[in-house]
């Protein structure tokens, strides 16, 4: 009943932008949850890419897209997005929305503090 839907993925060369949304459906609301933003690329683990409040109040990044990716969302839509400038090959992944439904104060960084997934978006940046 909780469905979290990506959208924007595709293929960029290095360098160029890519804008990712996450929309919420059914009777899923996001406004009170943190929302996050994951990537797994082959042999890799899942790594944290980005993180939102409620609110919108906080961010946080990891430290392979600081400065590079900006989270926002727009509770009105039920939607938060990703926008990712600068791209490089090493951002090649599948990239996955997360909703943590019972969120804390601090904007969780790790995937299992995370209760919602979508089915994830390909994302394939060349050099």
């Known amino acids: 009943q909780v469905q979290l839907v990506e959208s924007g993925g595709g293929l960029v060369q290095a360098g160029g932008s890519l804008r990712l949304s996450c929309a919420a459906s059914?009777?899923?609301?996001?406004?009170?949850?943190?929302m996050g933003w994951f990537r797994q690329a082959p042999g890799k683990e899942r790594e944290f890419v980005a993180a939102?409040?409620?609110?919108?109040?906080?961010?946080s990044y990891g430290d392979s897209v600081k400065g590079r990716f900006t989270i926002s969302r727009d509770n009105g839509k039920n939607t938060v997005y990703l926008q990712m400038n600068s791209l490089k090959p090493e951002d090649t992944a599948v990239y996955y929305c997360?909703?943590?439904?019972?969120?804390?104060?601090?904007?969780?960084?790790?995937?299992?503090?995370?209760?919602?997934w979508g089915q994830g978006t390909q994302v394939t940046v060349s050099s």
């Open positions: 997360a909703a943590d439904f019972y969120p804390s104060t601090i904007v969780a960084d790790t995937a299992p503090s995370y209760d919602y």
């Open positions: 059914g009777r899923t609301f996001i406004s009170t949850y943190t």
């Open positions: 939102i409040s409620y609110s919108g109040g906080a961010t």
